[in-house]
């Protein structure tokens, strides 16, 4: 049984190792008001280079460090002149978007490569431990706390005294007026990139020494963290990132002592999500910055919407609803089943992202909630999958709407981070509530479809039902857009200090979109559950959120017809082209890197 | 009006837009060298956008703009900033988390000559006598008299062929307000060109040698300061503009 202090010890020792990649996040954000995403994918990349090093290399630990952080700085300047420049002048969403894309390049990179088998990275440090009072500290918690010590230092030094220092301050009070000084913004963002890179990876080496082993599972926890971290010191507030990832270690070490592991990331999403209910500018407030101009220009890339005519529509679902009367393939329809359960996350997304302007990223918590109410309810209830189904909808349409109530009054970024979190305290609920959700076990056996006593289990039954579910789910939606409350929320969208001004209330409006958006999210999650007959709490992981969100963009945020045709592009084109699954995500993510910089507006355009 | 050619700044035949809104009409404007010239015109008129267009903060979808006879069309606003041009923006726009020794030494980020950038600083510090007890102070947390003055030295320490002003004199009070006027005039009399866009008419004729009258995007009246002081239409001109914002 280890002691108080040791777990002092580790809490600031983590916390350390989370201040390196949120210092990197708050440099970014301070002068690019940017999220990075793809920041845990510089961490676990910096870990990688660091096995290279150490394992074939043979570096010693002071090369090994100088290795890893130009490395990296490289990969954030590549990242920030290929990925993020040439989307100055877009839309705000876009370079947000631009680093989701990034990370899953890269995290999908480093797996190709190095395989997703955890590696063992030796820290080259004797194996001695000094006992400090009632603890014990080792020659690796001192070498991250030097590391984390050195770079403070540094930053300051930079920060305080050199000239690119001022500018990276100047920039981060004021764009305009630094760029009436002269400052260069572009070398200005550069900087901030490669800081924060070197950083990023430094950490994700120490991290990868300390536990004496790597994966690529470290990326999306690393991002995660650090956003945390980052928000609960106040974003873009470079001393307070330092000291909201020592609390955040912290929290985390004696949360972990009291309650057990599995719980680790849960004090995380919560001292998130507490943090931006009760002080959405963090604990040491954001820095301030004078709104950026223009101040108009929506958050979502304006365009004109495709015009299809409603007979190609009609047509269409026709076709789609006799194809299992031609001698088509078991395969052929396992696929299209897929792409109508996406459609309905994909509808869903598009309502609350595109026609509301609330980029979720957390939305494959809406699935979950679904799959588990429909799957217990009829395991335990009896109830009929059918009726479960809808149970499974409705209750993700209450509980998703409960949940990311608190998170109605943030705007923007802010949004996207607390969906995120509220994502993954969903799946860490699932995992811990063990008498409900059986925990990691997770549920199997669950009972087949079945509607009005027959059961669905031929997949041309199956086909049939997701088809006409999602055909039903479209229709509604499309009457939605087209009634005064459609209207309501993309006035809301664009403006909505107009909207408020005109007497509308932001959070009647909110709710009912992810009250919409909750049931035919629910319901997909509540058929899947069914169809695999077994779920566990990764079932439905951040991968989804984002597989939806790139369905969505593809065709063109807010367009109920898009949701549809993005859904089929991406789940059936891989597999047309016979695309091994490792490699989907990768494409995935080009995708949405693709669509960002060259066609933001979606295949069909925004509505 | 004519370019003369002496003009160090000239703009001819903007045409801006934000979105589908046209700002400016045709916009046509010269500043000659060593003058005093001032934008007047109304709320919404478009004055602060034509600011932004010398210094390439907006793009103009038409039109010519040139510094010193060269065009400053497609420069960013840092290499149009390095060719001589400083700013006292709208609203002061200091960077209110830095001292105030810092905001003014920012005005010569541009330059790399060391030691006559801290002369330039002594020298701000008799033109702002003020100023010497706050530099370590925290510019956000002066009065807006003193954030103005921080601005101009700020705006000076570039050593600028011009500075162009966006209401300087806003929110202050009448005896900050002549100050202001009378350092406009000072550093003019050093040689530095001075464009200004103000809402205050009788003040700003005081001081300057030209004045143009904008109104919904177009210039309406302009031609030397003695003449327009009197002139009816200055004032028919502010009804029209403030009806029309
Ligand atoms: N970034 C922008 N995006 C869209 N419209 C803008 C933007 N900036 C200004 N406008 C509009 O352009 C018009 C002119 O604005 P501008 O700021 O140039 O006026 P102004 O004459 O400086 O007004 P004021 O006296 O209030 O400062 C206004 O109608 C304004 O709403
Ligand atoms: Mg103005």
New interface residues.
Partial sequence: MSSWLDHTINGLIVGNVYALVAVGLALIFGVSRLINFAQGSIYLVGAYIGWIAVVHLHTPLPLTIVVVAVASAIVGLIIERFGLRPLQNSVRIAPLLATIGISFVLDQLVMLIFSPNPRALPSQLPDVRFQVGGGTIGPLDLLIAGVGLTSALLLFVFLRYTKLGWAVRATAQDRDAAMQMGVDVNRVNQAVFGIAAALGGVSGMLVGMYYNQIDTAMSLQATLKGVVAEVVGGAGNVPGAVIGSLLLGLVESYGVAVLGTSYRNLFAFLLLVVVLVLRPNGLFTSARQAPPEPLTGTFIAPSRPVNIPRWALWGATAGFAVLPLFPVSFYVLQTLINAWLLGMLGLSLTLVAGTMGQVSLGHAALLAIGAYTSALLSLTLDVPAGLAVIGGGLMSAALGTLLISPSFRLRGHYVSIATLAIGEIVALVILNWESVTRGPIGISGIPPLSLFGYDLISPTSVYWFSLAVMVVLALLQGRLLGSHLGRSFRAIRDDDIAARAYGLSLNRYKSLAFIFGGFAAGISGGIAAHLYSYINHETFNTQQSILALTVVILGGLGNVVGAIVGSVALVGLPEMFRIAAEYRILIYGIVLLLLVRFRPQGLLGTV | MTSAPEALLALSDVNTF??QAQVHFDLSINVARGHIVCLLGGNASGKSTTMKII?G?VKPRSGEVRFDGASLIGL???QI??RGI??V?EAR??????SVR?NI???A??RNDRDAVAQDLDRMLTLFPKLGQRLAQRA?SLSGGEQQMVAMA?ALM?RPRMIVMDEPTMGLSPLYVDRVLELIRAINQDGVSVFMVEQNASLALEIAHEAYVLQTGKIVLSGPARALKDDPRIRDAYLGGSEAA
């Fill in positions: 934000y979105g210094l903060l960013s606003t840092p900033v390095r400083a700013s923006p726009r200091l960077f209110a988390d830095m810092e030494l920012m005005g980020f541009v956000g700020r570039s």
